[in-house]
């Protein structure tokens, strides 16, 4: 499993996004960025996540921040979730799982004693440099989206 550690150069990632766009890191130079990986688009956790980010998405935009998710999702799948519950963030496909294992996000999981492999709920803060300045891993999503905002705003 890769280890991304705060003060280390972002790994690159370009992603298919709702829309019919791209988002890359290298296109995002100068800006901050918020990478948050969820499990699955429009289940409870993941949509909540959702939902905490782009209501705070004013105040991101503010503090020169790009909020993207990312999942293993498809892209149309990707679009029905965004309209759904009216997200405010960027959506990224990482359908072929190139980014989730660069980013090592891909893990190992159990649930009721099952294991299989899916995407850590996880958000790395990274600066205009290209820079992971924060990392959380294993995120509980009540209050994190708040505490994301409270870091960015620091830089």
């Known amino acids: 499993m ?9 790994p690159a990632f370009d992603l298919a ?3 019919d766009g791209r988002v ?5 130079k100068g800006k901050n960025v918020v990478l948050y990986f ?12 959702g939902q905490d980010f782009s209501a705070l998405i004013e105040r991101f935009s ?6 993207i998710g990312v999942s293993r999702d498809t892209v149309k799948k990707l679009d029905r979730f965004k309209a759904k ?28 004693g099952r294991e ?9 803060l990274i600066d205009g440099q ?3 300045r924060r990392a959380w891993r294993n995120v509980k999503v009540k209050g994190h989206a708040e505490e994301v905002l409270a870091a960015v705003e620091a830089l």
Request: hydrophobic letters at 40%; glycine letters at 10%.
């Open 2 to 10: 890769t280890d991304i550690t705060e003060n280390a150069a972002a």
């Open 85 to 112: 519950h009216d997200l405010k963030v960027v959506l990224g496909s990482d359908e072929d799982g190139l980014v989730t294992e660069a980013w090592g996000v891909w893990v190992l999981k159990k649930l009721y």
């Open 130 to 132: 290209g820079v992971v």
């Open 24 to 28: 890359s890191l290298d296109g995002l």
């Open 62 to 67: 503010a503090a020169k921040a790009v909020v």
């Open 38 to 49: 969820y499990p699955k688009a429009d289940t409870p956790g993941c949509t909540t996540e």
């Open 17 to 19: 996004t709702d829309g």
């Open 116 to 124: 299989y492999m899916g995407i850590e709920r996880a958000t790395f």
